[in-house]
């Protein structure tokens, strides 16, 4: 594997430059560009320069393009995290066909291709987001919740259903002086209310991701 390193300050043409070598090496076969980027950075206009069979988060139009449509070619990759959660809901022998699952959060790393692969699936999907009034009343009708807004414990165990199924995909940290960092991981769920309500729950840390 290659590892390319730049500094925070890099500039949009540097960037693009290294993209664009990395395209054209034959001894590479995937690319995957760490996000988020430096705030003076085109996020898209990066990740659009990635060649679409090199494009191993499947962030490139064409390939989310793919996971959106109904048949047709199936994309060349999914992103990973999305990719996992279904991993997750399969290997724990949960049947999302007719459920209705709620997803927190609309990034285009994780929330909106997670609705296109739950939408494979037959679930029925609802995505809430920031614009989005009473989240708390969609949430607590949903029989699967995925938590991918990047907010502490937003989610309490009065909005969880009765044996609904969690994917907590947040991690953020609080301050906890018993810790030798000097913090600690929590979810976008508050595990210790909600492990009384859901069948399943994933924990923060050791559940997605670290």
């Known amino acids: 594997s290659v590892s390319v390193e730049l500094e925070e300050s890099v500039t949009q043409a540097e960037l693009e430059k290294t993209v664009d070598e990395l395209n054209a090496r034959s001894d590479v076969h995937g690319i995957l560009v760490q996000l988020p980027l430096p705030a003076h950075i085109d996020e898209h206009a990066v990740l659009k320069r990635i060649r679409v069979d090199k494009d191993v988060d499947g962030f490139s139009a064409e390939n989310i393009g793919n996971l959106a449509l109904k048949g047709g070619e199936p994309p060349l990759a999914v992103p990973c995290t999305p990719a996992g959660c279904v991993e997750l809901l399969q290997r724990s022998g949960v049947d999302c066909s007719g459920k209705h699952a709620v997803i927190v959060g609309r990034s285009n790393i994780v929330g909106m291709p997670m609705a296109h692969l739950l939408l494979s699936m037959d679930a029925t999907v609802t995505v809430v987001h ?29 909005w969880v259903k009765p044996g609904a199924v969690i994917i907590d995909i ?11 960092s000097g913090y600690r991981l929590v979810g976008d769920v508050c595990f210790s209310e909600a492990l009384a309500v859901a069948s399943k729950i994933t924990p923060v840390p050791g559940g997605v991701g670290p």
């Open 130 to 158: 920031s614009k989005t009034p009473d989240i708390q009343e969609h949430v607590r009708r949903a029989d699967i919740i995925i938590a991918a807004v990047g907010r502490r414990e937003m989610i309490r165990g009065d």
């Open 170 to 180: 947040g991690i953020n940290d609080v301050p906890d002086e018993t810790k030798k």
